[in-house]
């Protein structure tokens, strides 16, 4: 199975539409997850692992299981 990979415009979307500045601060937290590619575009993350992260870090925020 392929995995559910998210960009940073996903994660915006994940954690309420937040501004793109909030989320690259985000993104850049030392106890964020770590992106698994750096592409042209911009960083890519698991799906699962920044879902993780908002349920620990932001459980109003947490998406719905898969």
Do not use: C
């Not at 539409?17 to 850049?28: A, E, M, T």
């Not at 698994?36 to 799906?47: E, K, P, S």
């Amino acid at each position: 199975m392929m995995p559910y990979l998210l960009g940073t415009h996903e994660i915006r979307l994940r954690l309420g539409n937040i501004s793109r500045q909030r989320v690259h601060q985000i993104v850049n937290y030392r106890h964020f997850p770590k992106p698994i590619a750096h592409l042209a575009l911009g960083n890519v993350w698991l799906a699962d692992d920044v879902d993780a992260w908002i349920r620990e870090h932001r459980p109003k925020n947490a998406p719905l299981t898969r």
